[in-house]
């Protein structure tokens, strides 16, 4: 069998023309795959040498782990990529985390391809000294799967071994869209479970997560159950137009209406579970055919172009409120905030803390549209405040119920107190407040010049 296997390939080989056949390996984009059944794939145990050899060439950006294993017992490797020499960004801040995954049908060898592309562009950027790479990074972790489904893959089915499709898998609405073979249960199948468990154990505060497919030519966003548009609509708006207008054409919709009803996927789970903004990227159906040897970075470049963006720009895709004044008087505090994210936020709140943490005060729940300024008031009398206090803001990175809090500290000469008997305010909560210093130094100037003028007024008389 694999003499006669030989034969043909070695027949469709010799059909290529010489100049498309040539073929130079050190290319640094090469897709290393093989032709099977008219189409160029990269078996499981390529992508394990690969991968294998990043770790080791590439230690300083390369973490190379697994998420478990399939059905088969094959190895699901993740790419963890970062510049681990520093444990955040530049700044001093907590780097934004990505997750992406590729290859949950088996035969969709062009999703997988973009996953793997994914990982390689910012490896051979850094290597390169690419400005862009590098400043990815230095502020972001990478977490990159890049074939959740091995054993479809290298049996080129969309299946897995069990005959299950992977993407209707998980629990969110599972089985209940009209679909064929989820399995017997949400996370029934050992790649599922361990997709999902890799999640919930890594990247918990990721602020994007892409799933890759082939298919149809198309970007999809939440949900597949439903026609409607996501409560973070906003934002996943904001970036279709950011794409359309700058990058790329390709549709971006939602997944119900841009495709068919489809539930118990990735993307949803998520979105739904996980309060990720997700995004199911499908490249189209014109797989590789042998004979083509098309440079893996041409054949993808417009796709990579959309994921740089997507990556490069992760700062943006939550809410961050940034507390512009606070100002207290004996009856309300008033607050304006600026949202500097691209998406909004339903519940956000401030609250007064003691030195021992304790919640003094705390107001009632307020909307941060996105890249928006709010200003609120709310109600209080003023004694709940203690000199030695401080502010913080609590509040939900996007509008999805499972979206990750944060809890932000408030610079404390941003207050304003105001004090009513004399029409006096203080700026802040210390002697040494800037706004304070500067009046007290205008203060003593005009004390000065009014003491100079009384004094040549009544000078030695003639």
């Not at 154990?201 to 990721?206: E, G, Q, R």
């Not at 729940?365 to 009398?381: I, K, P, R």
Request: aromatic share 12%; glycine share 6%; charged share 20%.
């Amino acid at each position: 069998m694999r003499v006669a296997v030989g034969l043909v390939l070695c027949m469709l080989m010799a059909c290529i023309p010489a100049a498309s056949a040539q073929f130079d390996p050190e290319q640094l984009y090469a897709w290393p795959g093989d032709p099977v059944d008219s189409h160029v794939h990269m078996t499981w145990a390529a992508l394990t040498m690969e991968v294998n050899e990043w770790a080791d060439d590439y230690p300083e950006i390369v973490d190379l782990t697994s998420a478990g294993e399939s059905e088969l017992g094959k190895t699901l490797w993740v790419v963890r990529l970062s510049d681990w020499s520093m444990d955040t960004k530049p700044n001093g801040s907590a780097k934004e985390i990505i997750y992406i995954d590729g290859g949950h049908h088996g035969n969709e060898y062009l999703g997988t391809a973009l996953a793997w592309l994914s990982a390689k562009w910012y490896i051979n950027g850094w290597v390169e000294g690419n400005e862009e790479a590098i400043t990815v990074l230095q502020n972001t972790e990478l977490h990159i799967l890049i074939m959740l489904n091995p054993d479809g893959n290298d049996f080129d089915t969309r299946w897995n071994i069990n005959q299950v499709d992977l993407n209707r898998n998980y629990d969110h609405y599972w089985n209940t869209c009209p679909t064929t073979q989820p399995g017997s249960s949400a996370f029934s199948e050992a790649e599922t479970a361990a997709n999902a468990a890799y999640i919930n154990a890594h990247v918990t505060d990721a602020d994007l997560y892409v799933t890759m497919h082939t298919g149809v030519w198309i970007i999809l966003y939440p949900w597949g159950k439903w026609p409607e548009q996501p409560p973070d609509w906003e934002l996943f708006w904001r970036i279709r137009d950011d794409v359309q207008a700058n990058i790329s054409e390709i549709p971006i919709q939602n997944a119900n209406q841009g495709l068919y009803p489809n539930c118990g996927t990735s993307r949803d789970y998520g979105y739904g579970q996980m309060g990720f903004p997700t995004f199911t990227f499908e490249t189209d159906d014109e797989q590789f055919v042998p004979g083509s040897f098309e440079n893996i970075n041409d054949r993808l470049a417009e796709e990579m172009d959309v994921m740089r963006f997507l990556i490069e720009n992760v700062w943006y895709w939550r809410a961050r409120l940034d507390v512009q004044s606070i100002t207290v008087s004996d009856d309300d505090v008033a607050l304006e905030v600026v949202n500097n994210g691209l998406a909004s936020t339903a519940n956000a709140s401030l609250e007064y803390h003691s030195l021992t943490g304790e919640v003094l005060w705390a107001s009632p729940y307020f909307t941060a549209n996105a890249s928006n300024l709010t200003s609120v008031s709310f109600e209080v009398d003023d004694d709940v405040f203690d000199a030695d206090g401080r502010w913080n803001l609590n509040y939900q990175k996007r509008v999805i119920n499972a979206a990750t809090w944060v809890n932000e500290s408030v610079d404390s000469n941003l207050t304003v107190f105001l004090d009513d008997e004399d029409d006096r305010f203080l700026a802040g909560v210390g002697l040494f407040n800037p706004v304070a210093v500067m009046l007290g130094i205008i203060g003593v100037a005009v004390l000065v010049r009014s003491e100079d003028e009384d004094c040549e007024e009544i000078g030695p008389q003639s």
